[in-house]
């Protein structure tokens, strides 16, 4: 199945790279020319380096996040799990998810991934002292300057990880309490600055003059087509988004559908949760995937590129599993068997499944 997995992504990276990158390519030409601007980081580190930015630079960089993302994740898994048989049907159903790493390449290019590496990262960071919650609070804050939306996206999953790898080990206190607060403090005002105060000043066809000054090949004028959502409020996002919801809402069942081929992982996190040694601790599981899932419906009303928000999603159910592993537990959980005909089942049909997509399933 792993095999077979590789070879998929292959094939979808074959044909990704024979699609436009419409958005991606104009995020690499947005920088800070204009003033702070939202969604300008990338572009304004790519601009130190290149004065020039080429098409094949979309595919190349986030081919390079995509890679350094699955070697974070093997380190993770191996540290959490282990490569051993008992623990080869998890890794299927992780690593081999359709809303994984499978998406994250039909995805190339896009911001989301950036998240998950950070989250990744901060699971294989060590986590005994307040450097790490300043750690957490640098990384969230550059997601942000990335693209606003993570903070709905990654940044409360990263924040799980700080409280179930930091506070619950240590134990709060009134010098950890106010670091929090104040580290939610620094993310929420980034966030609101950057949303409201990050608007373009200038005209839209100065902005686009410039992109177009920044392009490798200038005619490629249709590339610059989605430079309008620089200019688009937030209001304008939101009735865009519930105008669409008719539509978007048929790919539910499908979503569903996906979501229930994962069954003997969900199962395991289950297990997981109930085998906490710590009934506080329980609870605060429970309440952070409530509070994840929250922000994920937040972004299905504001947004909608519903299929990435559901394969986020699931990532982030993911990652909040191996942050519930270094949580004392009272008895250990029986691993996802492999000799059962209906997991063995599921696994091949999570196998085969290439990809959910950007905005409807497929």
């Not at 792993?2 to 995020?27: C, D, S």
């Not at 309490?177 to 993310?187: D, E, N, Q, Y």
């Not at 003059?209 to 090949?217: E, I, V």
Request: proline share 6%; charged share 10%.
């Amino acid at each position: 199945m792993l095999a077979v997995n590789f070879a998929v992504v292959a094939g979808v990276f074959l044909y990704k790279i024979t699609r436009e990158p419409y958005v991606p390519y104009i995020h690499l030409l947005v920088d800070y020319h204009f003033g702070f601007t939202k969604r300008a980081l990338i572009g304004a580190v790519m601009a130190l380096f290149f004065a020039k930015i080429p098409v094949w630079l979309v595919f190349a960089l986030g081919g390079a996040v995509w890679l350094v993302t699955l070697a974070l994740f093997v380190k993770l898994f191996r540290r959490t799990f282990g490569f051993d048989d008992a623990h080869a049907p998890l890794l299927v159903f992780m690593a081999g998810s359709p809303f994984f790493l499978k998406n994250f390449m039909h995805t190339l290019g896009h911001f989301d991934i950036y998240g998950c590496a950070v989250a990744i990262g901060l699971l294989l960071a060590p986590a005994y002292s307040l450097a790490f919650v300043a750690l957490a609070t640098a990384a969230s804050m550059i997601l942000i300057l990335i693209h606003h939306i993570h903070l709905l996206m990654y940044v409360p999953t990263i924040a799980v990880i700080v409280v179930l790898r930091y506070y619950l080990a240590q134990g709060f206190s009134r010098q950890n309490s106010i670091v929090g607060i104040a580290a939610i403090a620094c993310v929420g005002l980034l966030f609101f600055a950057a949303q409201f105060l990050g608007s373009l000043a200038v005209p839209p066809d100065q902005f686009s003059r410039y992109l177009q000054s920044r392009m490798a090949d200038p005619t490629r004028t249709d590339l610059l087509s989605f430079s309008y959502i620089w200019y688009q409020p937030l209001a304008r996002e939101i009735a865009d988004t519930w105008a669409r919801m008719p539509s978007n809402l048929l790919g539910i069942p499908v979503f569903a559908l996906l979501i229930w081929l994962h069954a003997p992982l969900w199962k395991y996190f289950g297990d997981s949760i109930r085998a906490l040694a710590i009934e506080f601790h329980r609870r605060v599981v429970i309440a952070a995937i409530v509070a994840v899932s929250a922000a994920y419906l937040i972004m299905f009303a504001i947004v909608f590129d519903y299929s990435r928000w559901i394969s986020n999603w699931a990532v982030c159910m993911f990652l909040i599993l191996h942050a519930v592993k270094s949580l004392p537990a009272s008895q250990s959980v029986p691993p996802i068997p492999g000799d059962e005909r209906k997991v063995t089942l599921l696994g091949w049909v999570v196998t085969l499944v290439p990809r959910v997509g950007i905005v409807r399933p497929f």
